[in-house]
Protein backbone atom coordinates (compact mmCIF):
# COMPACT_ATOMS: atom_id res chain seq x y z
CA UNK A 1 0.00 0.00 0.00
CA UNK A 2 2.97 2.52 0.64
CA UNK A 3 4.24 2.35 -3.08
CA UNK A 4 0.72 2.26 -3.92
CA UNK A 5 0.09 5.49 -2.19
CA UNK A 6 3.59 7.15 -3.30
CA UNK A 7 2.62 6.58 -6.63
CA UNK A 8 -0.79 7.81 -6.28
CA UNK A 9 0.77 10.74 -4.68
CA UNK A 10 3.24 11.27 -7.24
CA UNK A 11 6.36 10.17 -5.74
CA UNK A 12 6.57 6.90 -7.61
CA UNK A 13 7.69 6.00 -11.17
CA UNK A 14 5.70 8.51 -13.05
CA UNK A 15 3.75 6.52 -16.18
CA UNK A 16 5.77 6.16 -18.61
CA UNK A 17 8.43 8.54 -18.22
CA UNK A 18 5.93 11.26 -19.04
CA UNK A 19 5.56 12.62 -15.44
CA UNK A 20 1.69 11.41 -15.34
CA UNK A 21 0.19 10.41 -12.53
CA UNK A 22 -2.09 7.61 -13.50
CA UNK A 23 -4.22 7.42 -10.49
CA UNK A 24 -5.13 11.45 -11.17
CA UNK A 25 -5.68 11.29 -14.61
CA UNK A 26 -8.70 8.42 -13.73
CA UNK A 27 -10.08 11.01 -10.85
CA UNK A 28 -10.02 13.61 -13.42
CA UNK A 29 -11.60 11.91 -15.86
CA UNK A 30 -14.61 10.31 -13.29
CA UNK A 31 -14.94 13.38 -11.65
CA UNK A 32 -18.65 13.24 -12.14
CA UNK A 33 -18.05 9.77 -10.09
CA UNK A 34 -17.27 11.96 -6.44
CA UNK A 35 -20.50 12.86 -5.30
CA UNK A 36 -21.77 9.14 -5.18
CA UNK A 37 -18.42 7.65 -3.91
CA UNK A 38 -18.87 10.56 -1.18
CA UNK A 39 -22.16 9.38 -0.81
CA UNK A 40 -21.46 5.93 -0.27
CA UNK A 41 -18.42 6.99 1.86
CA UNK A 42 -20.68 8.58 4.94
CA UNK A 43 -22.71 6.24 4.80
CA UNK A 44 -20.26 3.45 5.24
CA UNK A 45 -19.25 5.14 8.27
CA UNK A 46 -23.24 5.20 9.93
CA UNK A 47 -24.30 3.52 12.26
CA UNK A 48 -27.23 0.15 10.86
CA UNK A 49 -30.07 2.12 11.55
CA UNK A 50 -28.33 5.47 10.28
CA UNK A 51 -27.01 3.77 7.22
CA UNK A 52 -30.50 2.41 6.70
CA UNK A 53 -31.87 5.70 6.83
CA UNK A 54 -29.23 6.92 4.83
CA UNK A 55 -29.74 4.41 1.45
CA UNK A 56 -33.66 5.20 1.65
CA UNK A 57 -33.43 8.95 1.00
CA UNK A 58 -30.50 8.46 -1.33
CA UNK A 59 -33.04 6.52 -3.26
CA UNK A 60 -35.09 8.81 -3.74
CA UNK A 61 -32.37 11.80 -4.48
CA UNK A 62 -29.90 9.47 -7.14
CA UNK A 63 -31.16 9.91 -11.10
CA UNK A 64 -29.63 6.80 -12.00
CA UNK A 65 -32.04 4.32 -11.91
CA UNK A 66 -29.95 0.95 -11.60
CA UNK A 67 -28.03 3.64 -8.38
CA UNK A 68 -31.46 3.77 -6.67
CA UNK A 69 -32.81 0.43 -6.93
CA UNK A 70 -29.32 -0.56 -5.02
CA UNK A 71 -30.22 2.30 -2.35
CA UNK A 72 -33.23 0.65 -2.06
CA UNK A 73 -32.25 -3.02 -1.39
CA UNK A 74 -29.78 -1.77 0.90
CA UNK A 75 -32.34 0.01 2.89
CA UNK A 76 -34.97 -2.75 2.35
CA UNK A 77 -36.69 -3.22 5.72
CA UNK A 78 -37.40 -6.98 5.04
CA UNK A 79 -35.19 -9.70 5.09
CA UNK A 80 -36.44 -10.69 2.03
CA UNK A 81 -38.88 -9.17 -0.37
CA UNK A 82 -39.89 -10.76 -3.90
CA UNK A 83 -41.09 -7.87 -6.20
CA UNK A 84 -37.64 -5.80 -4.64
CA UNK A 85 -35.51 -8.58 -5.47
CA UNK A 86 -36.97 -9.10 -9.36
CA UNK A 87 -36.41 -5.39 -9.79
CA UNK A 88 -32.66 -6.02 -8.31
CA UNK A 89 -31.81 -8.44 -10.60
CA UNK A 90 -33.06 -6.73 -13.77
CA UNK A 91 -30.71 -3.17 -11.94
CA UNK A 92 -27.87 -6.12 -11.95
CA UNK A 93 -28.35 -7.21 -15.83
CA UNK A 94 -28.79 -3.39 -17.30
CA UNK A 95 -25.07 -2.94 -15.12
CA UNK A 96 -23.92 -5.92 -16.40
CA UNK A 97 -24.91 -5.18 -20.06
CA UNK A 98 -23.20 -1.57 -19.81
CA UNK A 99 -20.15 -3.72 -18.30
CA UNK A 100 -20.25 -2.37 -14.40
CA UNK A 101 -19.40 -5.83 -13.74
CA UNK A 102 -18.21 -5.16 -9.92
CA UNK A 103 -22.06 -3.08 -9.17
CA UNK A 104 -23.93 -6.26 -11.32
CA UNK A 105 -22.39 -8.83 -8.69
CA UNK A 106 -22.90 -6.49 -5.72
CA UNK A 107 -26.65 -5.95 -7.40
CA UNK A 108 -27.23 -10.42 -8.18
CA UNK A 109 -26.27 -10.69 -4.41
CA UNK A 110 -28.61 -8.17 -3.47
CA UNK A 111 -31.17 -10.10 -5.30
CA UNK A 112 -30.13 -13.30 -4.06
CA UNK A 113 -30.53 -12.22 -0.75
CA UNK A 114 -33.86 -10.58 -1.10
CA UNK A 115 -35.56 -13.45 -3.11
CA UNK A 116 -37.83 -15.88 -0.49
CA UNK A 117 -36.70 -18.92 0.63
CA UNK A 118 -38.78 -20.78 -0.64
CA UNK A 119 -37.44 -20.15 -3.61
CA UNK A 120 -34.20 -22.00 -3.58
CA UNK A 121 -33.31 -22.95 -7.01
CA UNK A 122 -33.95 -18.89 -8.03
CA UNK A 123 -31.74 -18.00 -5.05
CA UNK A 124 -29.30 -20.52 -6.10
CA UNK A 125 -28.39 -19.25 -9.45
CA UNK A 126 -28.27 -15.81 -8.99
CA UNK A 127 -25.53 -16.38 -6.03
CA UNK A 128 -23.57 -18.58 -8.79
CA UNK A 129 -24.56 -15.66 -10.90
CA UNK A 130 -23.13 -12.92 -8.90
CA UNK A 131 -20.13 -15.16 -8.15
CA UNK A 132 -19.38 -14.81 -11.81
CA UNK A 133 -19.96 -11.43 -11.97
CA UNK A 134 -17.38 -10.79 -8.93
CA UNK A 135 -15.02 -12.97 -10.60
CA UNK A 136 -15.01 -10.74 -13.78
CA UNK A 137 -14.67 -7.81 -12.02
CA UNK A 138 -11.59 -8.97 -10.05
CA UNK A 139 -13.11 -8.82 -6.83
CA UNK A 140 -12.51 -11.87 -4.71
CA UNK A 141 -14.11 -10.40 -1.13
CA UNK A 142 -17.95 -10.37 -3.10
CA UNK A 143 -16.77 -13.41 -4.78
CA UNK A 144 -16.26 -15.44 -1.65
CA UNK A 145 -18.96 -13.94 -0.37
CA UNK A 146 -21.13 -14.99 -3.38
CA UNK A 147 -19.60 -18.61 -3.20
CA UNK A 148 -20.32 -19.08 0.68
CA UNK A 149 -23.66 -18.34 0.15
CA UNK A 150 -23.63 -20.91 -2.49
CA UNK A 151 -22.18 -23.51 -0.66
CA UNK A 152 -24.38 -23.16 1.97
CA UNK A 153 -27.48 -23.60 -0.53
CA UNK A 154 -27.10 -27.36 -0.95
CA UNK A 155 -25.64 -26.70 -4.23
CA UNK A 156 -24.38 -30.08 -6.91
CA UNK A 157 -21.42 -30.47 -7.26
CA UNK A 158 -20.76 -28.63 -10.53
CA UNK A 159 -22.36 -25.66 -8.84
CA UNK A 160 -19.87 -26.04 -6.28
CA UNK A 161 -17.26 -26.22 -8.27
CA UNK A 162 -18.30 -23.09 -10.58
CA UNK A 163 -19.14 -21.04 -7.60
CA UNK A 164 -15.32 -22.25 -5.84
CA UNK A 165 -13.50 -21.50 -9.36
CA UNK A 166 -15.54 -17.86 -9.85
CA UNK A 167 -13.34 -16.93 -6.18
CA UNK A 168 -9.99 -18.33 -8.02
CA UNK A 169 -11.02 -16.35 -11.37
CA UNK A 170 -11.38 -13.29 -9.02
CA UNK A 171 -7.36 -13.53 -8.12
CA UNK A 172 -6.46 -13.63 -11.70
CA UNK A 173 -2.90 -14.47 -11.64
CA UNK A 174 -2.67 -13.98 -7.85
CA UNK A 175 -3.06 -17.37 -7.19
CA UNK A 176 -1.33 -16.97 -3.21
CA UNK A 177 -3.87 -17.20 -1.51
CA UNK A 178 -6.17 -19.52 -3.19
CA UNK A 179 -4.24 -23.00 -2.86
CA UNK A 180 -6.40 -24.44 -0.56
CA UNK A 181 -9.13 -24.34 -3.25
CA UNK A 182 -7.74 -26.18 -5.89
CA UNK A 183 -7.96 -29.15 -3.74
CA UNK A 184 -11.47 -28.79 -2.97
CA UNK A 185 -12.25 -28.53 -6.40
CA UNK A 186 -10.59 -31.64 -7.08
CA UNK A 187 -12.14 -33.55 -4.61
CA UNK A 188 -15.60 -32.13 -5.68
CA UNK A 189 -15.01 -33.14 -9.11
CA UNK A 190 -14.05 -36.75 -8.75
CA UNK A 191 -17.67 -37.13 -6.89
CA UNK A 192 -19.03 -36.02 -9.99
CA UNK A 193 -16.85 -36.34 -13.31
CA UNK A 194 -19.81 -34.15 -14.57
CA UNK A 195 -18.29 -31.40 -13.28
CA UNK A 196 -14.66 -31.57 -14.38
CA UNK A 197 -16.01 -29.53 -17.22
CA UNK A 198 -16.85 -26.87 -15.23
CA UNK A 199 -13.01 -27.03 -13.79
CA UNK A 200 -10.46 -24.18 -15.55
CA UNK A 201 -6.91 -25.17 -16.06
CA UNK A 202 -5.81 -22.53 -13.35
CA UNK A 203 -7.14 -25.13 -10.93
CA UNK A 204 -4.65 -27.80 -11.88
CA UNK A 205 -1.58 -24.51 -12.09
CA UNK A 206 0.74 -26.13 -10.56
CA UNK A 207 0.92 -29.54 -13.02
CA UNK A 208 0.67 -28.11 -16.31
CA UNK A 209 0.65 -31.92 -17.75
CA UNK A 210 -2.43 -32.77 -15.15
CA UNK A 211 -3.91 -29.33 -16.77
CA UNK A 212 -4.08 -30.73 -19.86
CA UNK A 213 -5.08 -33.80 -19.23
CA UNK A 214 -8.56 -32.10 -17.47
CA UNK A 215 -8.86 -29.73 -20.34
CA UNK A 216 -9.38 -33.15 -22.45
CA UNK A 217 -11.48 -34.42 -20.41
CA UNK A 218 -13.42 -31.17 -20.06
CA UNK A 219 -13.64 -30.69 -23.52
CA UNK A 220 -15.29 -34.54 -23.91
CA UNK A 221 -17.90 -34.03 -21.60
CA UNK A 222 -19.34 -30.75 -22.85
CA UNK A 223 -19.42 -32.19 -26.02
CA UNK A 224 -21.38 -34.98 -25.28
CA UNK A 225 -23.44 -32.75 -23.03
CA UNK A 226 -23.98 -30.55 -25.87
CA UNK A 227 -23.21 -27.27 -23.94
CA UNK A 228 -21.15 -25.28 -27.21
CA UNK A 229 -19.63 -22.25 -24.95
CA UNK A 230 -18.08 -24.77 -22.06
CA UNK A 231 -16.89 -27.00 -25.07
CA UNK A 232 -15.05 -23.96 -26.89
CA UNK A 233 -13.56 -22.83 -23.18
CA UNK A 234 -12.42 -26.41 -22.57
CA UNK A 235 -10.49 -26.78 -25.94
CA UNK A 236 -9.18 -22.99 -25.49
CA UNK A 237 -7.65 -24.03 -22.51
CA UNK A 238 -6.34 -27.61 -24.08
CA UNK A 239 -5.05 -25.90 -26.60
CA UNK A 240 -3.01 -23.72 -24.24
CA UNK A 241 -1.69 -26.02 -22.35
CA UNK A 242 -0.83 -28.43 -26.16
CA UNK A 243 1.23 -25.18 -26.77
CA UNK A 244 3.19 -24.29 -23.59
CA UNK A 245 3.92 -28.37 -23.41
CA UNK A 246 4.61 -28.97 -27.21
CA UNK A 247 2.43 -32.06 -26.94
CA UNK A 248 -0.76 -33.12 -29.69
CA UNK A 249 -1.91 -30.16 -31.97
CA UNK A 250 -2.29 -26.84 -30.63
CA UNK A 251 -3.20 -24.83 -33.73
CA UNK A 252 -6.34 -28.20 -34.87
CA UNK A 253 -7.53 -28.10 -31.36
CA UNK A 254 -7.62 -23.91 -31.49
CA UNK A 255 -9.18 -24.26 -34.67
CA UNK A 256 -11.86 -26.55 -33.44
CA UNK A 257 -12.76 -24.25 -30.55
CA UNK A 258 -12.90 -20.98 -33.43
CA UNK A 259 -15.34 -23.48 -35.21
CA UNK A 260 -17.88 -23.54 -32.50
CA UNK A 261 -18.06 -19.81 -32.95
CA UNK A 262 -19.08 -19.02 -29.39
CA UNK A 263 -19.11 -15.13 -28.96
CA UNK A 264 -15.96 -13.99 -27.61
CA UNK A 265 -17.16 -11.95 -24.61
CA UNK A 266 -19.09 -15.28 -23.78
CA UNK A 267 -16.92 -16.73 -20.65
CA UNK A 268 -14.54 -13.37 -20.20
CA UNK A 269 -12.67 -12.68 -23.55
CA UNK A 270 -9.29 -13.11 -22.16
CA UNK A 271 -10.34 -17.29 -21.68
CA UNK A 272 -12.19 -17.13 -25.19
CA UNK A 273 -10.17 -18.97 -28.30
CA UNK A 274 -9.94 -15.40 -30.79
CA UNK A 275 -8.14 -14.08 -27.90
CA UNK A 276 -5.33 -17.02 -27.85
CA UNK A 277 -5.41 -17.11 -31.38
CA UNK A 278 -4.07 -14.02 -31.35
CA UNK A 279 -1.66 -14.66 -28.53
CA UNK A 280 -0.54 -17.85 -30.58
CA UNK A 281 0.37 -15.09 -33.72
CA UNK A 282 2.05 -13.02 -31.39
CA UNK A 283 4.31 -15.76 -30.49
CA UNK A 284 4.78 -16.75 -34.06
CA UNK A 285 5.45 -13.30 -34.84
CA UNK A 286 2.38 -13.22 -37.29
CA UNK A 287 1.93 -9.70 -36.31
CA UNK A 288 -0.10 -8.79 -39.28
CA UNK A 289 -2.88 -11.30 -37.77
CA UNK A 290 -2.03 -10.69 -34.32
CA UNK A 291 -2.95 -6.77 -34.59
CA UNK A 292 -5.87 -7.33 -37.05
CA UNK A 293 -7.56 -9.86 -34.28
CA UNK A 294 -6.59 -7.95 -31.34
CA UNK A 295 -8.18 -4.82 -33.49
CA UNK A 296 -11.48 -6.69 -33.65
CA UNK A 297 -11.44 -7.71 -29.74
CA UNK A 298 -11.34 -4.48 -28.58
CA UNK A 299 -13.81 -3.17 -30.45
CA UNK A 300 -15.68 -5.99 -28.45
CA UNK A 301 -14.39 -5.50 -25.20
CA UNK A 302 -15.24 -1.55 -25.43
CA UNK A 303 -18.37 -2.41 -26.22
CA UNK A 304 -19.55 -5.57 -23.68
CA UNK A 305 -15.84 -6.47 -21.86
CA UNK A 306 -14.19 -5.80 -18.57
CA UNK A 307 -11.45 -3.77 -17.17
CA UNK A 308 -9.37 -6.23 -17.23
CA UNK A 309 -9.97 -7.53 -21.31
CA UNK A 310 -8.93 -4.03 -22.15
CA UNK A 311 -5.55 -3.75 -19.98
CA UNK A 312 -5.31 -7.51 -21.58
CA UNK A 313 -5.68 -5.98 -25.46
CA UNK A 314 -4.07 -3.03 -24.74
CA UNK A 315 -1.11 -5.10 -23.15
CA UNK A 316 -0.88 -7.44 -26.19
CA UNK A 317 -1.06 -4.69 -28.66
CA UNK A 318 2.27 -3.04 -27.19
CA UNK A 319 3.57 -6.20 -27.37
CA UNK A 320 2.72 -6.33 -31.47
CA UNK A 321 4.32 -3.08 -31.77
CA UNK A 322 7.68 -3.55 -30.00
CA UNK A 323 8.25 -6.95 -32.36
CA UNK A 324 7.35 -4.69 -35.19
CA UNK A 325 9.14 -1.72 -34.33
CA UNK A 326 6.25 0.67 -33.99
CA UNK A 327 8.06 2.27 -30.62
CA UNK A 328 6.06 5.36 -29.76
CA UNK A 329 2.52 3.27 -30.96
CA UNK A 330 3.69 0.43 -27.99
CA UNK A 331 4.21 3.08 -25.31
CA UNK A 332 0.81 4.42 -25.85
CA UNK A 333 -0.82 1.01 -25.90
CA UNK A 334 1.15 0.30 -22.47
CA UNK A 335 0.10 3.66 -21.07
CA UNK A 336 -3.51 3.01 -21.64
CA UNK A 337 -2.95 -0.54 -19.78
CA UNK A 338 -0.89 0.67 -16.61
CA UNK A 339 -3.44 3.76 -16.37
CA UNK A 340 -6.74 1.30 -16.55
CA UNK A 341 -4.41 -1.11 -14.06
CA UNK A 342 -3.87 1.33 -11.57
CA UNK A 343 -7.03 3.31 -11.83
CA UNK A 344 -8.90 -0.54 -11.69
CA UNK A 345 -7.23 -1.74 -8.69
CA UNK A 346 -5.52 -4.27 -10.62
CA UNK A 347 -2.28 -6.65 -10.10
CA UNK A 348 0.56 -4.28 -11.20
CA UNK A 349 3.02 -7.05 -12.28
CA UNK A 350 1.63 -7.42 -15.53
CA UNK A 351 0.90 -4.32 -16.58
CA UNK A 352 4.02 -3.01 -15.17
CA UNK A 353 5.78 -5.38 -17.35
CA UNK A 354 4.45 -4.54 -20.25
CA UNK A 355 5.46 -1.01 -19.46
CA UNK A 356 9.49 -1.90 -18.90
CA UNK A 357 9.57 -3.77 -22.27
CA UNK A 358 7.66 -0.59 -24.21
CA UNK A 359 10.61 1.67 -22.38
CA UNK A 360 12.79 -0.80 -23.59
CA UNK A 361 12.04 -0.18 -26.59
CA UNK A 362 11.20 3.17 -27.02
CA UNK A 363 11.63 5.70 -23.94
CA UNK A 364 14.55 4.74 -21.64
CA UNK A 365 16.31 2.59 -19.88
CA UNK A 366 16.44 4.32 -16.46
CA UNK A 367 12.51 3.66 -16.83
CA UNK A 368 12.39 0.10 -18.19
CA UNK A 369 14.36 -0.77 -14.73
CA UNK A 370 11.91 1.27 -12.31
CA UNK A 371 8.74 -0.82 -13.88
CA UNK A 372 10.73 -3.63 -13.82
CA UNK A 373 11.44 -3.62 -10.36
CA UNK A 374 8.21 -2.31 -9.73
CA UNK A 375 6.19 -4.99 -11.25
CA UNK A 376 8.78 -7.52 -10.09
CA UNK A 377 8.01 -6.81 -6.71
CA UNK A 378 4.47 -6.64 -7.08
CA UNK A 379 4.03 -9.99 -8.77
CA UNK A 380 6.57 -11.62 -5.71
CA UNK A 381 3.75 -9.99 -3.09
CA UNK A 382 0.72 -11.68 -5.22
CA UNK A 383 2.39 -15.35 -6.12
CA UNK A 384 2.06 -14.38 -9.50
CA UNK A 385 5.37 -16.41 -11.15
CA UNK A 386 4.58 -16.20 -14.70
CA UNK A 387 4.88 -12.20 -14.42
CA UNK A 388 7.47 -12.31 -11.76
CA UNK A 389 9.87 -13.99 -14.36
CA UNK A 390 8.80 -11.45 -16.84
CA UNK A 391 9.93 -8.45 -14.81
CA UNK A 392 13.38 -10.47 -13.98
CA UNK A 393 13.45 -10.85 -17.76
CA UNK A 394 13.20 -6.87 -18.31
CA UNK A 395 15.40 -6.36 -15.77
CA UNK A 396 18.17 -8.71 -17.03
CA UNK A 397 17.83 -7.54 -20.89
CA UNK A 398 17.79 -3.66 -19.66
CA UNK A 399 21.29 -4.49 -17.71
CA UNK A 400 22.13 -5.83 -20.26
CA UNK A 401 21.91 -3.43 -22.89
CA UNK A 402 23.11 -0.72 -20.41
CA UNK A 403 26.43 -2.62 -19.96
CA UNK A 404 25.88 -3.46 -16.17
CA UNK A 405 26.59 -7.53 -17.09
CA UNK A 406 26.54 -8.42 -13.52
CA UNK A 407 23.57 -7.22 -12.75
CA UNK A 408 22.06 -9.17 -15.93
CA UNK A 409 23.60 -12.41 -14.89
CA UNK A 410 22.13 -11.85 -11.39
CA UNK A 411 18.19 -11.24 -12.47
CA UNK A 412 18.75 -14.25 -15.07
CA UNK A 413 20.14 -16.62 -12.45
CA UNK A 414 16.93 -15.72 -10.08
CA UNK A 415 14.89 -15.71 -13.64
CA UNK A 416 16.30 -19.73 -14.00
CA UNK A 417 16.06 -20.74 -10.47
CA UNK A 418 12.39 -19.66 -10.48
CA UNK A 419 11.04 -20.86 -14.08
CA UNK A 420 13.63 -24.08 -13.85
CA UNK A 421 10.88 -26.60 -12.37
CA UNK A 422 7.99 -25.02 -15.33
CA UNK A 423 10.08 -24.11 -17.94
CA UNK A 424 7.66 -24.02 -21.47
CA UNK A 425 8.69 -26.81 -23.65
CA UNK A 426 7.83 -23.84 -26.83
CA UNK A 427 10.94 -21.29 -26.77
CA UNK A 428 8.62 -19.14 -28.88
CA UNK A 429 6.15 -18.47 -25.43
CA UNK A 430 9.23 -16.56 -23.13
CA UNK A 431 12.26 -15.83 -24.55
CA UNK A 432 14.54 -15.10 -22.17
CA UNK A 433 17.11 -17.65 -22.59
CA UNK A 434 18.86 -15.58 -25.40
CA UNK A 435 19.42 -12.76 -23.43
CA UNK A 436 20.94 -14.70 -20.33
CA UNK A 437 23.54 -16.39 -22.76
CA UNK A 438 24.35 -12.98 -24.03
CA UNK A 439 24.90 -12.13 -20.53
CA UNK A 440 26.79 -14.87 -19.42
CA UNK A 441 29.02 -14.86 -22.51
CA UNK A 442 29.73 -11.11 -21.42
CA UNK A 443 30.83 -11.76 -18.38
CA UNK A 444 33.08 -14.65 -19.37
CA UNK A 445 31.04 -17.45 -18.02
CA UNK A 446 31.01 -19.33 -21.56
CA UNK A 447 30.71 -23.08 -19.83
CA UNK A 448 27.14 -22.02 -18.18
CA UNK A 449 26.13 -20.10 -21.23
CA UNK A 450 27.30 -23.74 -23.42
CA UNK A 451 24.97 -25.47 -20.99
CA UNK A 452 22.37 -23.16 -21.52
CA UNK A 453 22.28 -23.30 -25.03
CA UNK A 454 22.37 -26.89 -25.38
CA UNK A 455 18.94 -26.70 -23.87
CA UNK A 456 17.60 -25.55 -27.03
CA UNK A 457 14.80 -27.59 -27.83
CA UNK A 458 15.09 -29.80 -31.22
CA UNK A 459 11.53 -29.30 -32.27
CA UNK A 460 12.37 -25.48 -32.39
CA UNK A 461 12.87 -23.71 -36.23
CA UNK A 462 16.16 -23.15 -36.73
CA UNK A 463 14.78 -20.36 -39.57
CA UNK A 464 11.97 -19.16 -37.01
CA UNK A 465 12.40 -15.83 -35.28
CA UNK A 466 13.02 -17.52 -31.68
CA UNK A 467 15.72 -19.82 -33.54
CA UNK A 468 17.65 -16.93 -34.81
CA UNK A 469 17.67 -15.23 -31.63
CA UNK A 470 19.32 -17.98 -29.93
CA UNK A 471 21.67 -18.10 -33.31
CA UNK A 472 22.63 -14.78 -32.01
CA UNK A 473 23.65 -16.03 -29.05
CA UNK A 474 25.33 -18.77 -30.02
CA UNK A 475 27.40 -16.50 -32.24
CA UNK A 476 28.70 -14.94 -29.60
CA UNK A 477 29.59 -17.78 -28.01
CA UNK A 478 31.32 -18.77 -31.08
CA UNK A 479 33.23 -15.62 -31.08
CA UNK A 480 34.63 -16.25 -27.75
CA UNK A 481 36.15 -19.26 -28.82
CA UNK A 482 38.11 -17.65 -31.22
CA UNK A 483 35.33 -18.84 -34.37
CA UNK A 484 35.00 -15.09 -35.32
CA UNK A 485 34.13 -15.69 -38.99
CA UNK A 486 31.50 -18.01 -38.39
CA UNK A 487 29.77 -16.03 -35.70
CA UNK A 488 29.58 -13.03 -37.86
CA UNK A 489 27.88 -15.44 -40.87
CA UNK A 490 25.57 -16.89 -38.02
CA UNK A 491 24.76 -13.06 -37.08
CA UNK A 492 24.11 -12.44 -41.07
CA UNK A 493 21.80 -15.63 -41.61
CA UNK A 494 19.83 -14.08 -38.15
CA UNK A 495 19.51 -10.89 -39.00
CA UNK A 496 18.06 -11.91 -42.18
CA UNK A 497 15.53 -13.99 -40.50
CA UNK A 498 14.61 -10.89 -38.49
CA UNK A 499 14.37 -8.82 -41.55
CA UNK A 500 11.92 -10.80 -43.71
CA UNK A 501 10.01 -11.42 -40.55
CA UNK A 502 9.54 -7.73 -40.05
CA UNK A 503 11.20 -7.94 -36.67
CA UNK A 504 13.57 -4.26 -37.52
CA UNK A 505 14.01 -4.31 -33.44
CA UNK A 506 15.77 -7.53 -33.39
CA UNK A 507 17.22 -7.02 -36.83
CA UNK A 508 19.21 -3.84 -35.64
CA UNK A 509 20.34 -6.10 -32.64
CA UNK A 510 21.55 -8.61 -34.54
CA UNK A 511 23.83 -5.77 -36.52
CA UNK A 512 25.11 -3.92 -33.62
CA UNK A 513 26.27 -7.54 -32.13
CA UNK A 514 27.89 -8.23 -36.03
CA UNK A 515 29.47 -4.69 -35.25
CA UNK A 516 30.52 -5.24 -31.67
CA UNK A 517 32.49 -8.61 -33.15
CA UNK A 518 34.25 -6.44 -35.93
CA UNK A 519 35.14 -3.56 -33.72
CA UNK A 520 36.75 -5.54 -31.01
CA UNK A 521 39.12 -7.32 -34.06
CA UNK A 522 39.84 -4.16 -35.52
CA UNK A 523 37.90 -4.63 -38.23
CA UNK A 524 36.49 -0.97 -38.44
CA UNK A 525 35.26 -0.34 -41.83
CA UNK A 526 33.07 -3.56 -41.54
CA UNK A 527 32.25 -2.34 -37.72
CA UNK A 528 31.20 0.68 -39.14
CA UNK A 529 28.95 -0.71 -41.89
CA UNK A 530 27.09 -2.65 -39.28
CA UNK A 531 26.59 0.10 -37.05
CA UNK A 532 25.10 2.14 -38.91
CA UNK A 533 22.64 -0.72 -40.56
CA UNK A 534 21.62 -0.84 -36.42
CA UNK A 535 21.11 2.76 -36.49
CA UNK A 536 19.19 3.37 -39.54
CA UNK A 537 16.91 0.54 -38.40
CA UNK A 538 16.73 1.86 -34.68
CA UNK A 539 15.83 5.60 -36.69
CA UNK A 540 13.37 4.39 -37.96
CA UNK A 541 11.47 2.69 -35.26
CA UNK A 542 12.18 5.86 -32.69
CA UNK A 543 14.06 3.10 -30.39
CA UNK A 544 15.92 6.21 -28.21
CA UNK A 545 17.39 3.70 -25.78
CA UNK A 546 19.10 1.39 -28.64
CA UNK A 547 19.99 3.90 -30.35
CA UNK A 548 21.88 6.33 -28.13
CA UNK A 549 23.71 2.65 -27.65
CA UNK A 550 24.71 2.33 -31.08
CA UNK A 551 25.60 6.08 -31.65
CA UNK A 552 28.12 5.69 -29.08
CA UNK A 553 29.67 2.94 -31.06
CA UNK A 554 30.14 4.73 -33.50
CA UNK A 555 31.13 7.83 -31.92
CA UNK A 556 33.53 5.86 -30.71
CA UNK A 557 34.86 4.47 -34.01
CA UNK A 558 35.09 7.48 -35.34
CA UNK A 559 37.29 8.86 -32.25
CA UNK A 560 39.80 5.88 -32.96
CA UNK A 561 40.59 7.14 -36.43
CA UNK A 562 41.49 10.90 -35.41
CA UNK A 563 44.63 12.14 -35.26
CA UNK A 564 45.76 13.52 -32.14
CA UNK A 565 45.88 16.87 -34.06
CA UNK A 566 42.70 16.80 -34.36
CA UNK A 567 41.72 16.96 -30.34
CA UNK A 568 41.08 20.91 -30.17
CA UNK A 569 37.99 22.84 -29.88
CA UNK A 570 36.30 20.19 -27.88
CA UNK A 571 39.39 18.52 -26.54
CA UNK A 572 38.50 15.32 -28.85
CA UNK A 573 35.58 14.55 -26.88
CA UNK A 574 32.74 12.49 -29.18
CA UNK A 575 29.73 13.52 -29.55
CA UNK A 576 28.20 11.87 -26.84
CA UNK A 577 31.01 12.99 -24.27
CA UNK A 578 31.07 16.40 -25.16
CA UNK A 579 26.89 16.31 -25.05
CA UNK A 580 26.78 15.01 -21.44
CA UNK A 581 30.19 17.36 -20.41
CA UNK A 582 27.40 20.25 -21.46
CA UNK A 583 24.36 18.62 -19.27
CA UNK A 584 26.93 18.16 -16.43
CA UNK A 585 28.22 21.71 -16.52
CA UNK A 586 24.81 23.17 -16.44
CA UNK A 587 24.07 21.48 -13.36
CA UNK A 588 22.57 18.40 -13.98
CA UNK A 589 22.99 15.06 -11.98
CA UNK A 590 24.18 11.80 -13.39
CA UNK A 591 21.08 10.01 -12.92
CA UNK A 592 19.35 13.52 -14.92
CA UNK A 593 21.83 13.13 -17.50
CA UNK A 594 21.32 9.59 -18.06
CA UNK A 595 17.79 9.69 -18.64
CA UNK A 596 18.15 12.74 -20.96
CA UNK A 597 20.45 11.04 -22.81
CA UNK A 598 18.51 7.38 -22.55
CA UNK A 599 21.47 5.55 -21.24
CA UNK A 600 23.05 3.86 -17.54
CA UNK A 601 24.01 6.08 -14.93
CA UNK A 602 27.18 3.67 -14.78
CA UNK A 603 27.60 4.51 -18.53
CA UNK A 604 27.43 7.74 -17.53
CA UNK A 605 29.84 7.32 -14.74
CA UNK A 606 32.41 5.64 -17.08
CA UNK A 607 31.84 8.24 -19.69
CA UNK A 608 32.45 11.41 -17.13
CA UNK A 609 36.10 9.19 -16.21
CA UNK A 610 36.67 9.47 -19.90
CA UNK A 611 35.82 13.32 -20.32
CA UNK A 612 37.96 14.20 -17.22
CA UNK A 613 41.11 12.09 -18.65
CA UNK A 614 40.94 13.85 -21.42
CA UNK A 615 40.96 17.39 -20.56
CA UNK A 616 42.50 16.60 -17.59
CA UNK A 617 40.11 18.00 -15.15
CA UNK A 618 38.75 16.21 -10.99
CA UNK A 619 35.79 18.04 -10.43
CA UNK A 620 32.74 19.69 -12.31
CA UNK A 621 33.78 22.95 -11.38
CA UNK A 622 37.44 22.23 -13.54
CA UNK A 623 34.93 20.67 -16.27
CA UNK A 624 32.68 23.87 -16.74
CA UNK A 625 36.63 25.92 -16.83
CA UNK A 626 38.03 23.81 -19.29
CA UNK A 627 34.97 24.02 -21.30
CA UNK A 628 34.59 27.49 -21.52
CA UNK A 629 38.43 28.14 -22.47
CA UNK A 630 38.11 25.54 -25.25
CA UNK A 631 35.02 27.68 -26.58
CA UNK A 632 36.69 31.04 -25.15
Known amino acids: MADRAAWACGTGPGLLGYGSDPWCRWRTCRRYWVPRALADGVVGSAGQQERTDAHRSLAYAEADPVHAVRHRALSRPEATDQCLAEDTAEAAGRARADGERALSAELFVLAAELTPVNRPALRLSRFLTAAREAAAAGDSNLARRAANAVAASRPTPAEHVAALLAVVDSHSQALAGVAGLFER ?376 GRSRSREEGRAGLTDSEARLADLVSRGATNQQAAQQMYISVKTVESMLSRIYRKLRVRSRTQLLAALLAHTG
Not at 333 to 350: H, N, Q, T
Not at 420 to 433: G, L
Not at 510 to 536: C, E, K, N, P, Y
Request: with cysteine; glycine share 6%; charged share 25%.
Open 185 to 560: CRRLASSDPQSLAAIRANVSNSDPHEALGAARKAAELARSAGRPALEAASLTMRARMERVLNEGDSRATLDRALALDVAAEADGIANSPQYLAARHAIFDDRLAEARSRLTVLLAVAEQHGQEEDLVDIWRSLAEVEVRSGACAKALAWAGKALDASVAAGLSLGPACYTAALAQSAGGSFAAALRYAAYGERAAREEGDVLHRNRNLWMAGAVRLHTGDINGAVTAFALLDRTEDSRRPADPSVFRWQPDAIEALVAAGELTSAQNMILTFPATARQDSATGAGWTRARALLLDRAGETDRAVKLLRAAAEVFRRDGLPLEEARTHLARGRIQRAHRRQAAARTAFQDARDLYLLARAQPMLATVQEHLDRLDGQ
